[in-house]
């Protein structure tokens, strides 16, 4: 064989393992970005269902509250339209 023929088969082989090392690499850093796309929606879905559990507190809490004491509106009450709230005139 030679020596031109050994150095293109040594260069064949050497790009070769290298797309293949690429094609590998380029996968994991792939399945690597889903994984933390999984780990991004898991974590909000945690924070909405925070929320939506300090939401039913507080609306449960508003419930109880309503039933220990009465609640006026000010927006719809006839004696208080025309005046300022904060100086009561």
């Excluded at 064989?1 to 792939?30: C, P």
């Amino acid at each position: 064989m030679s020596r031109a023929s050994k150095l293109t088969l040594a260069a064949t082989g050497l790009g070769t393992a290298g797309i293949v090392y690429f094609v590998h690499w380029a996968q994991e850093q792939d399945r690597a970005a889903m994984h933390r796309g999984v780990e991004r929606d898991m974590e909000k879905q945690r924070i909405r269902q925070e929320r939506q559990a300090e939401f039913e507190l507080q609306k449960a809490l508003e419930r109880e509250y309503l039933k220990l004491q009465t609640v006026h509106s000010t927006t719809d009450d006839p004696q208080t339209a025309g005046k300022n709230p904060n100086t009561g005139t």
